[in-house]
């Protein structure tokens, strides 16, 4: 038996065909010359980039407080065909869950009407400072929702990959979404005591200071 790993390749997998097939041989041979092949099955390839929204720690949090930093995991890959990117890039969201949106281009607009946000985003806007994720980061993302959110309000969390930089390829877009609604009630207190030593030091260019902090 040989797995092919389509997430770790050896070499580039097969581009996507116009048939949408790629038939599959299998070829034994000896030391004298002699060989026979087989011919087998075929796939369906599909180059298309796919995230899957981890669930079950969302389930699990279900209510937390503003102020609090909400770990968001997930599932990605795009396979990689030899003429393309095979590194895409990731999104994710925060949205009222008036709303069930089924395309990256309904979300998008919902953002743009500041009913959602984009939590990798500085200040949650698609206009703000983004900061990128890509298929090859780790696959998590912590949301500091200090930074935006209401107290109280309920959300869903998406997550979305894109080949696309600019996530304007809605049509090549993965989305998916939380099974559970999470809820924002109350606000935690921001840490007060943190101090930094030395608070003072003579050193010279080359020197190695060891910092310590006290929390």
């Known amino acids: 038996m040989y797995v092919w790993d389509f997430r770790n390749p050896p070499n580039d997998v097969p581009k996507a065909s116009l048939s949408g097939k790629v038939w599959l041989y299998a070829i034994i041979s000896d030391a004298k010359g002699n060989s026979q092949v087989s011919l087998g099955g075929a ?49 994710l969201y925060a949205s009222p869950p008036l709303t069930t949106f089924s395309t990256l281009a309904q979300l998008e607009a919902d953002v743009l ?19 990128t994720i890509r298929e090859d ?24 990959i894109s080949p696309d930089a600019t996530f304007s ?8 979404k939380s099974t559970s609604v999470l809820s924002i009630s109350g606000t935690t207190a921001l840490p007060k005591h943190i101090s930094l030593m030395p608070s003072q030091q003579t050193v010279a260019i080359g020197d190695t200071i060891t910092m310590g902090s006290l929390i």
């Open 169 to 176: 390829d809605n049509a090549a877009t993965t989305l998916s």
């Open 137 to 160: 980061s780790s696959n998590f993302f912590d949301w500091n929702t200090r930074l935006f959110g209401a107290d109280p309000a309920t959300y869903h969390v998406y997550a979305a």
């Open 43 to 91: 796939l369906t390839l599909s180059h298309e980039p796919h995230i899957t929204l981890l669930s079950s720690e969302l389930d699990d949090y279900s209510g937390f407080e503003k102020n609090d930093m909400l770990r968001i995991t997930w599932d990605d890959y795009l396979v990689d065909d030899g003429s393309g990117t095979d590194d895409g890039y990731i999104r």
């Open 113 to 131: 009407a500041a009913n959602s946000f984009l939590i990798n985003s500085a200040d949650g806007t698609l206009t703000g400072t983004i900061q």
